[in-house]
């Protein structure tokens, strides 16, 4: 039996105690960052200057022109439970401020080196406290405006299994960037300026339009597409900007929520976004929507987890109910209605029968044909014979070579492999849609297709998503396709979180086939895109990619990037894009090319089909 070694029980040192305390709510610099934000929020504030180095661990400023704290209570601020925003447990049923707990300051200073300079309108002058682990170092009147500075440094100094434990300075980086960025949106009436190791990020105006603040601190792309609502109903309110239909995202990185003024999570919420966008969005997109939502204090219950993060309605279907309306309104509206261009007006609608596939295509003159007719879908693009290879150890991508045998026989050569009777490598026989004959297309999405025994249908989207994704892993795992440089470069817009990791995914997009360059402040100018790509795919592609990205993605990790990549795929031709028929020769030729034809990257089938029997069958003949 194992021994055990029996302790009399016995009370913490208070050193102890406060330092598990603050763990529970300073984990990270962005902890600290968000509890003085809230902070100088409290206070009455509209300036505040926010200002970090390395990210947050070396270095955090918080500087507004609030309140300020009376030089006879700022000790006491710094203590366990003290605080100026709830007296009573009966005010915890109608909190209407950001903080309330009293445990952040005392919470910051026992892990960490702390400053305080504050000063009241009717102080003559201000006063300042060092604090280093909970233990007062100075304290001191100082000339100062009104209102409160705190500076931390060396955040953990004195706890080193935190420290050791924070994530890279680039992830800390991103997400206080997040924090903050979001904080401007929900306080438009509020001058927030965000400083990075001594470079401005942004610097919001504080004139209370928070359509600008969306323009300045997120994608101009993803604010050009918002319908803007305002809804009122008896207890609630809402004010939103979402997307129309449209226009989707391979993730939920731009739904933004508030609740009375509090960024939060909601299950709630974000089921009732989904509803309404339910059947105008394809599976797995998902639409922006920046949500500002209020109801009385009394009606919600905050305190429910230490970062104050998740929150609890007191009538969940009422709030469900009321939000969904309104968005569905929204989604109503004219603005909603996709705008018709010229293209999609004169879109191909060339008629498909018994299109043999079998056949030599030329490449070259497919491509200058298309690029004459700029049509939906780009052929794979070969500028010269040097690019005519494209390898991979599970794939090749290169221009095939048909002979054509006395006998008639047509045969595939690749890789000195013949590929005839669909033989795979083990000499089993394998599904070759090279032996199909096309025999037209129906709904614009599938290619029809009959071999001796079977009659098929081909998802053209999903078909071209498999093609895109093994030429861009094979782009990423040995070496780019090829660049072909465009005319005239256009330019993408991130977030200044993603910007800041920008060292680690240009170098992922420059082996997939794109020339990108700093053009400003989380600006990037593509003076070159993937050979095999159209700009329209090309600029999807990109947009989907960047979108994909966040604090956890680790650039050196392969099944990272698979998963990126995956869902990024979306720029393939779509379900009722209409194809001429040398596009779906050339798509099911690409098709054969690949790795796993029979499934897209996200596991749904390419091709189905049905047997001479079976159709019989149904027409009762058997």
């Not at 004219?334 to 299109?355: D, H, N, Q, R, Y």
């Amino acid at each position: 039996m194992e021994n055990r070694i029996h302790h009399r029980i016995q009370e913490l040192p208070q050193e102890v105690a406060d330092k598990i305390a603050a763990g529970e709510v300073i984990d990270r610099p962005l902890s600290v960052v968000k509890e003085l934000v809230e902070n100088a929020i409290d206070s009455g504030a509209d300036s505040i200057i926010i200002e970090f180095r390395n990210g947050g661990k070396t270095y955090i400023r918080v500087t507004d022109n609030g309140a300020g704290i009376d030089s006879c209570d700022v000790e006491l601020a710094f203590k366990r439970h003290a605080t100026s925003k709830i007296e009573t447990a009966k005010d915890l049923e109608s909190i209407q401020s950001l903080g309330f707990r009293g445990e952040a300051l005392s919470s910051i200073c026992v892990v960490s080196k702390t400053e305080v300079i504050t000063k009241t309108s009717t102080g003559v002058a201000g006063f300042r406290m060092l604090f280093s682990g909970s233990q007062i170092l100075e304290k001191s009147e100082i000339g100062c405006p009104q209102g409160t500075t705190i500076v931390v440094t060396d955040l953990f100094f004195n706890t080193p299994a935190r420290y050791k434990f924070m994530k890279p300075e680039s992830t800390e980086t991103s997400l206080i960037i997040d924090f903050v960025s979001k904080m401007a949106l929900a306080y438009p009436s509020i001058k927030i300026r965000l400083i990075n190791n001594g470079n401005i990020l942004f610097s919001t105006s504080g004139k209370g339009d928070l359509f600008d603040n969306i323009l300045m601190i997120f994608n101009t792309d993803v604010a050009k597409k918002l319908i803007h609502i305002e809804d009122l109903d008896n207890n609630f309110s809402i004010e939103a900007y979402i997307s129309v239909p449209s226009f989707t995202q391979a993730s939920r990185k731009n739904q933004i929520i508030f609740v009375n003024g509090r960024t939060i999570s909601s299950k709630i919420i974000d089921q009732a976004i989904a509803a309404a966008y339910r059947e105008k969005t394809p599976e797995n997109r998902y639409p922006s929507a920046f949500i500002f939502f209020h109801l009385p204090p009394a009606q919600l219950d905050v305190n429910i987890h230490p970062n104050k993060k998740e929150v609890r309605f007191e009538d969940e279907k009422a709030v469900s109910a009321f939000i969904q309306k309104a968005l569905l309104d929204g989604l109503s509206s004219k603005f909603a209605i996709p705008e018709v261009t010229g293209k999609s007006i004169f879109a191909s609608s060339e008629k498909i029968m018994e299109l043999p596939i079998t056949e030599q295509i030329n490449i070259k003159q497919l491509f200058a044909a298309k690029r004459e007719s700029e049509s939906l879908y780009k052929l794979s693009q070969i500028s010269s014979d040097k690019n005519n290879e494209y390898i991979d150890h599970k794939f090749s991508y290169n221009d095939r070579k048909l002979e054509v045998h006395g006998d008639g026989k047509e045969e595939f050569h690749d890789h000195g492999l013949l590929l005839k009777e669909g033989k795979n490598h083990n000499n089993v026989a394998a599904f070759d849609v090279l032996s199909l004959a096309v025999t037209g297309i129906i709904f614009d999405t599938y290619i029809t297709a009959v071999d001796d025994d079977h009659f098929y249908l081909i998802d053209q989207h999903a078909a071209h998503e498999r093609v895109f994704y093994e030429m861009l892993m094979s782009s990423y795992c040995n070496r780019p396709i090829g660049i072909q440089t465009i005319i005239f470069p256009f330019t993408v817009n991130t977030s200044f979180s993603v910007s800041e990791t920008s060292e680690n995914w240009l170098s992922v997009l420059k082996c997939l086939g794109y020339d990108l360059v700093i053009f400003g402040p989380k600006i990037y100018r593509v003076d070159g895109i993937p050979m095999f790509m159209n700009l329209d795919e090309a600029k999807l592609f990109l947009d989907d990619f960047l979108e994909n990205i966040s604090d956890h993605t680790n650039f050196e990790d392969r099944n990272m990037i698979e998963k990126i990549i995956s869902k990024a795929c979306k720029s393939a031709i779509k379900a009722h894009d209409k194809l001429s028929s040398q596009e779906v020769k050339q798509l099911l030729l690409d098709l054969s090319k690949t790795d796993k034809p029979g499934s897209c990257p996200h596991g749904r089938p390419v091709y189905i089909k049905l047997s001479k029997h079976e159709i019989e069958k149904l027409f009762k003949r058997v």
